[in-house]
């Protein structure tokens, strides 16, 4: 039953791939939205069709962009340079060290997933100019996002709410997607039209919370309203319109009204459309991120962390995060073959309960120096942001998914291809040259 409705699912995603070629043909660019924002068709084949398809992104993007790569460079440039080599020092040293996994996952961990974001940075650096590039890429970025909405409106009608992890047309088995996507569409949107949104375009706007909604995400259900409320900050003028501030603040709570409801855990009867009892949504938060609904156990001294914010309490406790030796705490016990596994079914050694965040399986993994040069390599791209307010909302999307979730922002394809188009075009904002195709 279960692979019939997959297979009706997977035909619409292919007709929207299809219908993608047809309104903007097959070239050099459109092929790289296909490949990063279409992943989960190829993704859903899997083995040796899914692997070799790594390959072809990794060596397509760089072919496509690496004539991109030393122009126009700035500081930040050279420090994003620096930080991931000494990463990528640490990351092989590492695996040298421990001859831990097979070669072939190491080096797909590497460059499909760690050096996607460097290629990209280096390599897109020209729509910060390049106007027409620039207009023609945020136009076929804008279609891949709303077909993620379509496509999340069609998988509730099959599969119905709360169906985890296909999501849009990115994965076809990986629900992480979800949660961070949403976010980093709603900059992107809010950025191309430079705050100034007309009523259809507040629908748009609120539609992309959907995407998380879809897949019972409820991490979203929280962020999506607030970043929506601090974007209203970033305007260029002195002054904050009152009213877009209040329409703002206005669709903010309807969005976390309706998205409470919909989600069947944030409500207590645990059902779709269930009530919106407030207390019960700030215990479960509470619950699900500490394991315990009263913040005074968290500071007490016999805490068992639990969740991922109860896990944030090991950082500064290397034995608990299964690091003993010097060498374990500067470089970590290095990747494995092995999943992600949850710590209470027996992954990494690190001593907590239930879930963790991003950077807690990176202390584990690659040790303190290992993550601190992987924490500046993504500070230094968001650094590459010219204008304060929107550098401020940027950092704080990529520090909550640090701490409290996967770390998707940088190291995941489509999020990474939107984070830095976003963070070139709001420079765009600063620069009056344009650059003519020839």
Known sequence: MFSAKY????????????????????????????????????QSFGGLFENV???????????????????????????????????????????????RGAIFTILSQYFYKLAIPVILFYGLKDIEFDSIKRNYLSKMLLFAIYVQVI???????????????IVGSMA???GGYAVVFPLVALLFYWVIKKGNLNKNEWLIIASFIIIAVASGKRTPVFLYPLFL?????????????????????????????????LTVTLNP???????????????????????????????NEYYQSEGRGGALTLIFNPQKLGLYSITEILIGNGYSTEGLMSPKHGGWGIEHEGLIGSI???LNRMGYLGTLFMVAFCVMIICRT???????????????????????????RPTAFLMIFTIYYVNSYHNNNIIVHR
């Open 7 to 42: 297979n009706i699912y997977l035909l619409f995603v292919i007709l929207s791939a299809i219908y993608f070629i047809y309104k903007y043909h097959i070239n050099k660019y459109s092929l790289l939205i296909l490949i990063f924002f279409w992943q989960g068709i190829f």
């Open 53 to 99: 398809f790594k390959i072809f992104v990794v060596l397509y993007s760089v072919m496509l962009l690496r004539p991109n790569f030393n122009k126009n460079k700035k500081i930040t440039d050279y420090l994003v340079g620096l930080s991931f080599l000494a990463y990528s020092i640490i990351f092989w040293f590492s695996y040298i060290y421990y001859r």
């Open 151 to 165: 496509l999340s409106i069609i998988k509730v009608m099959i599969f119905g709410f709360d169906f985890e992890p």
């Open 172 to 174: 076809s088995w990986g």
């Open 229 to 261: 409320v601090a974007l209203q900050f970033t305007r260029r003028n002195t002054y904050i319109n009152i009213r877009t501030l209040f329409i703002s603040i206005f669709i903010a709570v309807i969005l976390f009204y309706f998205a409470v409801r």
């Open 269 to 299: 009867e645990g059902k779709v459309w269930g009530s919106f009892d407030i207390q019960y949504v700030t215990d479960y938060a509470l619950t699900y991120n500490f394991g315990t609904d009263n913040p005074k156990d968290i500071a």
């Open 360 to 362: 807690i399986g990176s």
């Open 386 to 412: 010219k204008d304060i307010r929107y550098r401020c909302i940027f950092l704080a999307l990529y520090l909550w998914d640090l701490l409290l979730y996967a770390n998707l922002v940088f190291f995941d």
